[in-house]
């Protein structure tokens, strides 16, 4: 098993860089998804650590060893890639056994292994099956199980869920998790998907145009963004990002949402040392759907608004509210009722609010 260092991690295609100067330390034993939206150097980065790609700059630990001149099967690293490349005209126990057979295993301990991986992966009842007889999802486990069944040190995964339907997914993300559990690897794991990453992973590496934008626990990117990309990205619906204005009154900061009213930023508070952090300039006001709360429009405080939609989503209910200029989205129970139409006024919690520079996108006062 291994650790995984990228220092100055670079590449360029040409003259564009497609993954620039990243620094990662993925921790032995530890599941790490590389998350962001499509184009962002996710699947770059993955195959600069299997070594499918070369580096332009910077280095590769595994450990304290330096891989980045090693070959891709010198690096013991096994990968799964969204299109299963596994081999149709074999059954489904020779696809599993390949990789033992290659490495010359005795036939006893790769029939033992080789059942074990097919009981993990629920595939006992398909093992004399061929392949070509599979479906998409039953496939695709085939190719998991045939990659993890060497217990390489490092086990590489890119998007290997998303040519399957919904249920499956959910399904097979749970079987991930058990994997990793009885091989206790290094897992990389490539995805744009943010529930995906934040269901699996110990920690996310939330990238952008070939650029880290935060590194943490789920709970940490969620919770504690670094700037208004991470916000955005993690969370559905995603955070509202409201620009507004900072107003000193009588000692104390509050945030202006033009006709729609202002919140105090909080007596000693966090968020009223934020403000403070913040004075002179431009400021985005962040609060999650689900932190909002929406209460009768008589009442004090708050911010005026008018329901224009409200959204059943399973589990809960999204109304959409109209503030003055802006729009919010307000997370309810599944039960919640609420007439679009409406006169409401939603408040927001200060602890559980952020705030962001409106010109770097920057959280304010984050330590
Ligand atoms: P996706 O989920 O769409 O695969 P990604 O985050 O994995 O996205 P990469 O595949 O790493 O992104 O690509 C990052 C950028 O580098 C993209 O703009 C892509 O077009 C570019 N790129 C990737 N491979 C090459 C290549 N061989 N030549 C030129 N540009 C490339």
């Not at 056994?97 to 005795?106: D, E, I, N, P, Y």
């Not at 097919?118 to 070509?132: I, N, Q, T, Y």
């Not at 399957?164 to 058990?178: Q, V």
């Amino acid at each position: 098993m291994a650790a995984i260092r990228l220092s100055h991690l670079t590449k360029k295609f040409g003259a564009f860089t497609a993954v620039d100067a990243l620094d990662l330390l993925i921790p032995d034993k530890e599941f790490v998804a590389l998350l962001g939206p499509s184009g962002c150097g996710k699947t770059t980065t993955m195959n600069m650590i299997a070594g499918i790609e070369q580096a332009t700059e910077g280095q590769i630990l595994f450990d304290d060893r330096d891989v980045r001149r090693l070959p891709p099967n010198q690096r013991d690293v096994g990968f799964v890639f969204q299109n299963y490349a596994i081999f149709t005209h074999m059954t489904v126990y020779d696809n599993l056994a390949f990789g033992l057979s290659v490495r010359k295993l005795a036939r006893a301990e790769i029939d033992r292994r080789v059942r074990e991986m097919a009981a993990l992966m629920r595939l006992e009842d398909r093992l004399e099956w061929p392949s070509s007889k599979l479906s998409v999802n039953e496939l695709q486990k085939v190719a998991i199980g045939r990659s993890a069944i060497t217990e390489p040190a490092i086990f590489l995964l890119d998007e290997p869920l998303s040519n399957l339907d919904a249920a499956f997914r959910a399904f097979m993300r749970t079987e991930l998790k058990h994997l990793q559990h009885q091989f206790q690897q290094t897992m990389v794991y490539v995805t744009h998907d943010q529930i995906e990453a934040m269901s699996l992973a110990d920690r996310i590496a939330v990238m952008n145009l070939g650029e880290l934008q935060q590194y943490g626990t789920p709970a940490e990117v969620y919770n504690r963004p670094r700037n208004t990309f991470v916000a955005n990205f993690m969370g559905s619906p995603s955070m509202n990002l409201l620009p507004c204005r900072l107003i000193a009154e009588a000692g104390a900061l509050c945030f202006g949402f033009g006709e729609a009213g202002r919140l105090d930023a909080g007596g000693d508070g966090a968020m009223q040392h934020r403000a403070r952090a913040a004075a002179g300039a431009e400021v985005i006001f962040g609060v999650r759907p689900e932190d909002l709360e929406i209460a009768p429009p008589d009442g004090p405080g708050g911010l005026k608004g008018v329901v224009s939609f409200v959204e059943p989503v399973g589990p809960r209910t999204i109304v959409h509210l109209k503030l003055a200029e802006q729009t919010v989205k307000v997370a309810k129970e599944k039960r919640y009722k609420v007439s679009i139409g409406a006169a409401v006024r939603v408040t927001a919690p200060m602890a559980k609010c952020h705030l962001f520079d409106a010109a770097s996108g920057e959280a304010i006062g984050l330590g």
